[in-house]
């Protein structure tokens, strides 16, 4: 097996960091002095990459068409959005550059994050925890009165992919029904599909919209004044794709107007939002700081898919993940 | 078909009121002017149930017991603590008295809103909501790498019902190992089954304990000191049984000491809380007001449930959710 030189701007620590050393048995790692700071940045350009056969980590665009030798990137994330370009996969193409992401390490914590979101709202507990209520208080009959049951209810997907998978897998038992939005349906996703023509009527009676959408150019501000306006009074809007895909203003409008119930993100745009943005204050809005992809020993799972995917490449077999 | 005469002590409003009304036919409500105030609160005593065949609502265990005309008492509520004694019983035994519960009314809101703060624990919902972390900073990356997935993970349900039947229906999807407490395991549960003999070495591995019992002489204080300090370190309690089956005290101490990772409760002893009442201030101890079983049309359903046992005792079938 032929020596591959495997340039990392991945910072990882401790028993991630010895995986990967050992891991690559004697394929060479190169690490640059300065590294990235998370899975969601983008590392400080480095020369040395343009000795590399392979790029693990989130090497900035640019830096990546210009390093001729590369027949790899592995990303460390699920988003992939400053790939997602027209200009990049051409150029990636013609060469047979492969890029693979780190989706199929984010779909169970991502999924599960977005159902906790669902269930959090169902059970009310943004407006339960914490309250001493007694019995038979006005405050206690409106909880009560207010919870809801997933069960039988209607959710819309926004983007169909490894997450929405998984979570319609999880949503399996509460019977509800589940159509997801797909540019090019292939038959086999297991739920009712629509396209982004024909979703309208999907967000006029569904009770949750959950959106899984990347970023890219296609998906900007999907989430418009007008697709809120679509969804029923009542809806519960869900993002943990990209906040980029939200018209924000238009979401805070639809929550301080009492037209959307609810809106639950994990992203934003930008991330973290700049102290007294609107979205801070408006009612009805539950944020967690991009936390989702989160999850014991996040490093070395990552670390493990890479290691996976050398062995595959290095074979010449498919590799997982492959996005372009 | 005989006229039945049913006294009603639950205080019905609207279309559940209605429903009723029109649901009985030609069968005779008795409605006392003071009613119970909600489905957890004995109502108070009124004479006019020795009239009755039937009692619906939460009348006090001695009235049932003196009103010798009645033949079938429907409770509004899952739990029948006043009703499950020795005593209770064997009067109710000797003189064919059926008792039924509304626990098929509840499994779903119920065991929803254990798998709600099962999610929002894994997810770090209460730590995580509303701040507004960048990316990499120190608090971000605690939430990062403290976020869990369920897949996989090790569950004791405590009290095999209808409640945690469709609980663990929920948590399929999750591949849990997932093991259930019951007196007399009957061999159709599905799961792993211990006795409360046998329960020390599941506690002393799972992730999460998930209380489900009701109160009973059996079940008072059974969380106990050494219950808690039998479970794993970090484990994660659940309570949507009843408070009095825990040993508060006992369960402060484990929280205080960091041995338990976290509580959940829905129920507690008393409720609500007195002010100042230790388990307000503990850390990593999350409560809603027991708010579990509440859902949307609550009163409605319980109404149809009544009224479909209604037909069954009628017409001599078997009634469901019978507990006596």
């Known amino acids: 097996m032929p020596t591959l030189r495997i340039f990392c701007d991945a ?23 300065q590294r990235g700071t998370s899975v969601l940045s983008t590392a400080p350009t480095d020369a040395a990459i343009s000795q590399a056969d392979i790029a693990f980590g989130q090497p900035e665009a640019a830096s990546v068409l210009q390093a001729t030798s590369l027949r790899w990137l592995q990303l460390t994330s699920a988003g992939f959005t400053r790939y997602d370009t027209p200009e990049f996969r051409a150029a990636a193409q013609a060469r047979g550059l492969v890029v693979t992401n780190s989706s199929s390490v984010y779909s169970e914590p991502c999924a599960e994050h977005a159902f906790s979101f669902m269930m959090a709202q169902a059970r009310k507990l943004p407006e339960a925890l914490g309250k001493n209520y007694a019995s038979s208080s006005p405050e206690w009959t409106y909880l009560r009165e207010n919870s809801v049951c997933l069960l039988h209810q209607r959710v819309v997907v926004l983007g169909y992919g490894t997450i929405a998978a998984r979570l319609i897998e999880l949503l399996a038992p509460f019977h509800m029904q589940i159509t997801a939005m797909r540019r090019k349906p292939r038959g086999d996703e297991g739920v009712a599909t629509v396209t982004p023509e024909n979703l309208a009527s999907a967000l006029a009676t569904a009770d949750h919209v959950v959106s899984i959408l990347p970023e890219n150019a296609d998906s900007r501000g999907f989430i418009s004044a007008g697709r809120l306006a679509q969804m029923k009074r009542g809806a519960i809007f869900y993002n943990i794709g990209r906040g980029a895909t939200v018209d924000q203003p238009a979401l805070v409008e639809s ?14 745009d930008p991330e973290p939002l700049p102290e007294n943005h609107p979205l801070l204050s408006v009612p009805r809005c539950f944020i967690t700081p991009h936390t989702a992809g989160g999850h014991e020993n996040e490093s070395e799972t990552l670390v493990r898919h890479f290691l996976g995917n050398l062995e595959r490449f290095a074979q010449g077999a498919p590799v997982r993940d492959r996005v372009i």
Chains 1, 2 share one sequence.
């Open 11 to 33: 910072h990882f620590h401790g028993s991630a960091s010895s995986l990967l050393q050992t891991g690559v048995g004697a394929h060479k790692l190169i690490l640059p002095e």
């Open 255 to 268: 929550l301080n107007s009492g037209h959307l119930g609810a809106a639950w993100l994990d992203v934003t």
